[in-house]
C-alpha cells in the first residue's frame, strides 16, 4: 500500500493531535481527553493504522473496552476499516479477555477445565453459606457487605492470607474469615467469580513466564479505552501484558469515572507516568459531537469538581437549541413529557427512533417511562441485559446447562434439583447435600454412585431418576447441537409442560424460554463461522455470563431505555436525563463524602455529554418510591448548570392546584428562567398531595369486580381478572389491552370502573 495515499486518507478524517495519537510509534502514550473529542475514534483508527501502514499482525494487536456493546461497534468500525472479516484482533472487555485466557490455561493456577462463573446471586448464596459456617448472623454481617469487601479485596489483589494479614479491628477479621470460608466453598463447586476472573488472569502472567509469553505475544500492541475506568487489578493486568515500556494506547477522561463502586481508580490515569515512565500524554481539544451549548452546559456542571487536570473543549457544530428543562409534577408527568418530547422530534422528521436516548440514575426509574412508552405505543429498548438473564425461568435452564457441563457445580445443582418440581422436596435436598459434607464427597458423586440407602425409597427413587436425566442429558450435550440440546432439555424436564400457554404470566415464560433458543440459535450460528473447534456449551455459558453482568440485550430498534452507568462511550442524537433530584441524581448513597458527589456530577456530566444536539433534563417534585409517595427536592446539580444554556419550563399541573404560589416557591428555590418567586411557605406540600392521593385512591377502589373493565390513568383500559385479600392492600391482576398483566396494590392503583 503506498503510504502517502494512506497518510492523506488519514488527515481527511481525523484532526492533527488525533493523527500524532494513530501514528504513535512505540512505547507507552494517554490520550487524556474530555467527552466526544475522538478518543475512541482514535483506537478504531490506530488499529486500522498499524495493520495497514505497519504491516503488523492484526493477531497481535488487543482492544480493550468497558461494555460488550462498545467493543461490537469498535470491532465493526476496525472490520470495516480494513475490510477484514473477521477480525483476528481482540476487541473485548477485560472479563472477556481474562476468560479467554483461564479457558486455555487456568489449570496452571488450579481451576479445572470446565469451571463455572457465579453470578451475583450465586455469590450471595455462598456468602451466606459461609457465614453460617463461621457462625456469624447475617443481620450484623449483611451479605451483600461482605460481598462488597470480599469483593474490594480481589480489586486490590488481595488473597484470603493478604487480606488476613491486613485485617485490622474484630469485623475486618471477621470479613478475612468469610472471605476464606467463601473462596473455600467457590473452590468446591469449582466456581469464579467476576472479580476472580482478572485476579487469576494476573497471576496467570505472573507465575508462569511461557504462558505469558503466549498471552503477549497476542497484545503486542494494546489499546484500552474508558482508562479512566480501570481498578487496581485490570490496571496490573495492563502492566503484566503490555510490560512499562510497552506498546500501550490508552485513551481516557478523568472526568467520565463513574465506577469508583466497583474500585474504579481515578488515579490510574491521573498518574499515568507513574505506572509507564516517559509516556508520551496527548490532549485533544475539539470536540466533535455535540454543540456548544451542550458543551458549555455540561462544562459548567463538571468544573464543580476538584479532583480533575481540567480542561477546555470546544467545536465549530454552533450554539445550536437550550438545554430544556422540565419540572414535573410527578413520574407519571416527567415520563409523559418525555415522551411528547420525543415523538415531536420524531415528528418533525429530525430523529428517528434510535437517534434518541432516555437516561435514568436507577434501574427502577424505567418502570414509569416503560408504561408511558407502552401507552403512546413508542417501540423502545430497555438496555441493560441483567433483566432478562435474572428472570427465574431463563436462570433455570441456564443453570441446568452448567450442570451438564459441571456436575459439581452445586449451586446450580440445587437450584435444580426440584426444579421443575420432581418430589425431591427441602427435606431431601438438605439430608443429600449434608450426606455428601460428612462423607467429604461431591453431591453428584454421590448421586450417581450410592445406593442412597440414608434415604426413604421414594426420596433415593426420585434423586435417581434426577441423576438419570441429567447423564442422559450429558449425552445428548455431547451428540447434538447447542439448539437441539436446548429442545431436548426443554422436553425431557418437563418445562414444556409446565406452563399454560392462557395465563399472561406463564405465556411471559415461554416466550423468554423461545427468546433464550433464539439466543442459542443466534450464538450457534456466529461462532461456526470460524471456531470449529471450540466446545460451544462452554462459549455459550461464557457469553451468558458475560453479557448477563451489566450489558445489552437488544432485540429491537426503539428509543434506547439505560442507566448512565450503560450509556458511556455512546451518543445519540436527542437525550433525556430524567430524575434529577436529590437522592436520585446525587444518588442518596452518595450524600456526604465530596468524592462520592463528584462520582454523581461525573455520572450526570457522562449523560448529558452523549448528546449531539438535543438535551433535555427533567425533575419531579414527588415521586412514588416503592409504592408511596414522596416529595423530592430538585438536584443541586440543575443549580450548577450555567443558567443561560437553559430553558426551563413548569408542569401546568403545578400551576392549576389551588396553592401553588407556596408550592411553587418552595420547590422553586435556586430555579432560574422559569420565573420562579422566592419564599418558603410552602412546606405543607408533601402533607397535602399525600392527603388528596389517599382521597383519590378511597374512591379508586370502589366498584371494581372481577370481569369487569377498569381504567388507570397511565396504563388504559384492561379486564380485571383477579383479585386477592381486601381492603388497601388487596391485588388487583389486570390485564391491560396495551400493557399486558399486570399486578396492583388497590392502595396505589387509582383504578376506576369503566
Ligand atoms: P467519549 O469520551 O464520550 O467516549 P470519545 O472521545 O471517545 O467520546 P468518539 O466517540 O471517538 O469520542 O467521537 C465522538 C464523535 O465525533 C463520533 O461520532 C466520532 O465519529 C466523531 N469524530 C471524532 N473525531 C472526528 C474527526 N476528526 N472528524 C469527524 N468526526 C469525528
Ligand atoms: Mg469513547
Not at 93 to 103: G, K, N, P
Not at 185 to 213: C, K, N, P, T
Not at 284 to 291: A, G, K, P
Request: charged share 30%; aromatic share 8%; glycine share 10%.
Amino acid at each position: 500500500m503506498a503510504g502517502t495515499a494512506s497518510f492523506v486518507e488519514l488527515e481527511k478524517h481525523l484532526n492533527p493531535a488525533q493523527v500524532e495519537a494513530v501514528v504513535h510509534g512505540e512505547g507507552p502514550q494517554l490520550v487524556l481527553a474530555g467527552a466526544g473529542s475522538g478518543k475512541t475514534r482514535v483506537i478504531t483508527w490506530r488499529i486500522a493504522w498499524l495493520v495497514q501502514e505497519r504491516g503488523i499482525d492484526p493477531g497481535s494487536i488487543a482492544a480493550v473496552t468497558f461494555t460488550n456493546k462498545a467493543a461490537a461497534e469498535m470491532r465493526e468500525r476496525v472490520e470495516e476499516l480494513l475490510g477484514l472479516y473477521p477480525l483476528p484482533t481482540f476487541v473485548g472487555t477485560f472479563h472477556r479477555w481474562a476468560l479467554v485466557a483461564l479457558r486455555r490455561y487456568g489449570e496452571r493456577v488450579g481451576l479445572r477445565r470446565d469451571f463455572a462463573i457465579l453470578d451475583s446471586d450465586d455469590q450471595v448464596s455462598l456468602v451466606k453459606e459461609a457465614l453460617a459456617a463461621e457462625g456469624l448472623p447475617e443481620k450484623s454481617y449483611p451479605p451483600r457487605t461482605m460481598l462488597a469487601a470480599i469483593s474490594a479485596a480481589k480489586n486490590r489483589l488481595l488473597d484470603p492470607g493478604a487480606y488476613e494479614a491486613e485485617a485490622d479491628g474484630f469485623f475486618a477479621r471477621k470479613v478475612a474469615a468469610v472471605y476464606r470460608r467463601y473462596q473455600g466453598l467457590l473452590q468446591r463447586a469449582s466456581g469464579i467469580d467476576f472479580d476472580d476472573m482478572i485476579a487469576l488472569a494476573v497471576r496467570l502472567l505472573a507465575e508462569h513466564d511461557d504462558v505469558a509469553e503466549r498471552l503477549r505475544r497476542r497484545a503486542r500492541w494494546l489499546l484500552v479505552d474508558e482508562f479512566q475506568d480501570t481498578n487496581h487489578a485490570q490496571l496490573a493486568l495492563i502492566r503484566q501484558l503490555a510490560g512499562e515500556g510497552g506498546n500501550l494506547t490508552a485513551v481516557g477522561d478523568e472526568d467520565q469515572g463513574i465506577y469508583r463502586w466497583r474500585g474504579a481508580e481515578l488515579e490510574n490515569i491521573l498518574r499515568f507516568e507513574d505506572s509507564f515512565p516517559g509516556a508520551t500524554v496527548r490532549k485533544l481539544e475539539r470536540n466533535y459531537r455535540s454543540t456548544q451549548t451542550i458543551l458549555d452546559a455540561s462544562g459548567g456542571l463538571i468544573a464543580h469538581n476538584q479532583g480533575r487536570r481540567g480542561k477546555h473543549l470546544w467545536t465549530d457544530r454552533g450554539a445550536g437549541a437550550p438545554v430544556e428543562v422540565y419540572k414535573a409534577s410527578d413520574e407519571v408527568d416527567e415520563a409523559r413529557w418525555i415522551v411528547n418530547t420525543l415523538q415531536g422530534l420524531r415528528r418533525e422528521g429530525d430523529y428517528k427512533l434510535a437517534d434518541m436516548a432516555v437516561l435514568v440514575r436507577t434501574n427502577a426509574q424505567t418502570r414509569a417511562l416503560e408504561d408511558e412508552m407502552l401507552r403512546q405505543q413508542v417501540p423502545y429498548v430497555l438496555v441493560g441485559g441483567t433483566r432478562f438473564y435474572q428472570r427465574a425461568e431463563i436462570k433455570d435452564v441456564v443453570a441446568y446447562l452448567r450442570v451438564l457441563r459441571n456436575p459439581r457445580d452445586e449451586i446450580s445443582l440445587r437450584r435444580i434439583l426440584n426444579q421443575p418440581p420432581r418430589g425431591i422436596g427441602r427435606t431431601t435436598q438438605e439430608a443429600l447435600f449434608t450426606e455428601a459434607a460428612e462423607r467429604s464427597m461431591p453431591v453428584w458423586d454421590l448421586l450417581v454412585n450410592d445406593e442412597l440407602a440414608a434415604f426413604s425409597p421414594r426420596a433415593a427413587r426420585a434423586l435417581r431418576a434426577f441423576a438419570h436425566l441429567v447423564t442422559s442429558l450429558q449425552e445428548a450435550a455431547d451428540e447434538l447441537p447447542l439448539p437441539a440440546l436446548l429442545e431436548r432439555l426443554l422436553e425431557s424436564t418437563g418445562y414444556r409442560g409446565l406452563y399454560n400457554e392462557d395465563d399472561p404470566d406463564d405465556l411471559a415464560r415461554i416466550e423468554n424460554l423461545r427468546e433464550f433458543l433464539s439466543a442459542a440459535q443466534e450464538f450457534t450460528e456466529a461462532r461456526s463461522v470460524n471456531a470449529a473447534d471450540e466446545d460451544l456449551l462452554t462459549a455459550f455459558l461464557d457469553h451468558v455470563s458475560l453479557v448477563a453482568d451489566l450489558d445489552t440485550w437488544e432485540s429491537e430498534r426503539g428509543v434506547s431505555l439505560m442507566t448512565l452507568h450503560s450509556a458511556k462511550g455512546l451518543e445519540f442524537g436527542a437525550v433525556v436525563v430524567g430524575g434529577l433530584e436529590e437522592g436520585l441524581l446525587p444518588h442518596f448513597n452518595a450524600q456526604g463524602a465530596r468524592e462520592d458527589v463528584e462520582e454523581e456530577r461525573r455520572l450526570l456530566y457522562v449523560g448529558m455529554t452523549r448528546a449531539e444536539e438535543r438535551l433535555f433534563l427533567s425533575t419531579c417534585r414527588r415521586r412514588r418510591i416503592a409504592g408511596r409517595y414522596q416529595d423530592q427536592l430538585e438536584s443541586s446539580f440543575l443549580r450548577e448548570i450555567p443558567p443561560e444554556t437553559l430553558e426551563v419550563t413548569t408542569s401546568p399541573s403545578l400551576f392549576t392546584d389551588p396553592r401553588a404560589d407556596s408550592v411553587y416557591s418552595f420547590f422553586g428555590k435556586g430555579t432560574r428562567g422559569g420565573g420562579a418567586g422566592e419564599g418558603g411557605a410552602g412546606a405543607t406540600f408533601g402533607e397535602r398531595v399525600a392527603a388528596s392521593i389517599e382521597a383519590e385512591e378511597a374512591g379508586g377502589g370502589a366498584g371494581l369486580r372481577r370481569g369487569g373493565r377498569v381504567q388507570h390513568p397511565t396504563l388504559g383500559e384492561g379486564t380485571l381478572i383477579a383479585i386477592e385479600g381486601d381492603g388497601d392492600y388487596a391485588k388487583y391482576t389486570v390485564v391491560f389491552d396495551r400493557a399486558g398483566k399486570r399486578k396492583l396494590i388497590a392502595r396505589y392503583a387509582s383504578l376506576d370502573p369503566v
